[in-house]
């Protein structure tokens, strides 16, 4: 069983649109993250998630929501995308701070 | 997180030892040294981390100096597969809440065969 898994894997659309990435994790953790890496594979943290609570909110327009339905779950929701979201978007999840963090294979964005 | 600093990147031989260097001057009593490994296409995987030991696992070991202001992740036969972006990273343990991973450029470590 994939420990992190995201949903799609490719997705590309068209500038304006609202598009939804979804994530699971079968690890029983109670953290969950996202992250962007961009064309210059500079991976910087969105949001992370502890116990469904909001525990970072960086910099990021809010046309990024996280939701999070359960503890398994983060999705992340972008509303009237822009050429410049193109980027990988990574979920992780973490049992604790300074547990290792697990990654999914990430979702490429393309905005068209 | 403190800053760290490493070789943009480096080059090795197949079924050699590789010793990536990390320097930290700035690492607080508290903070943790992880390292994660980006491989071609996939998200970051957890190499390992320690705080003041030299750690071991599966995968690699940790060399960290008496100071803390360095540490060294050793592969100890390197094949093809490792051929991927190192990333080190310095995490405070506050004991609560959660925060993530602070990734810099990292070493960009190429295997040749």
């Known amino acids: 069983d994939t420990a992190v898994s995201q949903t799609p894997k490719y997705l590309v659309t068209q500038m304006g649109n609202d598009k939804s990435i979804k994530c699971e994790q079968n690890?029983?953790?109670?953290?969950m993250y996202w992250y962007k890496q961009d064309s210059k594979k500079f991976l910087k943290i969105m949001f992370s998630?502890?116990?469904?609570?909001?525990?970072i909110n960086e910099t990021v327009p809010n046309r990024f929501s996280p939701k999070s339905p359960d503890k398994a779950h983060l999705n992340l929701h972008i509303n009237s995308l822009e050429l410049g979201d193109s980027a990988v978007y990574f979920c992780?999840?973490?049992?604790?701070?300074?547990?290792?963090?697990?990654f999914g294979q990430g979702t490429r964005l393309t905005v068209v | 997180d403190a800053k760290t600093t490493q070789p943009n990147s480096m080059e090795s031989n197949e079924e050699e030892p590789v010793h990536l260097p990390c320097n930290h001057s700035?690492?607080?009593?508290?903070?943790?040294i992880h390292w994660y490994r980006q491989l071609p296409s996939q998200g970051p995987e957890y190499v390992i981390h320690?705080?003041?030991s030299n750690v071991n696992n599966r995968m690699a070991s940790l060399a960290i100096a008496e100071d803390r202001k360095s540490s060294t992740l050793i592969l100890h036969r390197a094949t093809l597969r490792d051929a991927a972006v190192y990333y080190c990273?310095?995490?405070?343990?506050?004991?609560?809440?959660?925060?993530?991973?602070?990734f810099g450029k990292g070493t960009h470590l190429i295997i040749q065969p």
């Open positions: 320690g705080l003041t």
């Open positions: 998630y502890n116990n469904k609570e909001l525990i």
């Open positions: 700035t690492i607080s009593g508290t903070d943790y």
């Open positions: 990273i310095l995490r405070e343990y506050s004991g609560g809440g959660a925060d993530g991973l602070t």
């Open positions: 690890l029983g953790h109670d953290t």
């Open positions: 992780a999840s973490a049992a604790g701070q300074n547990t290792e963090a697990f």
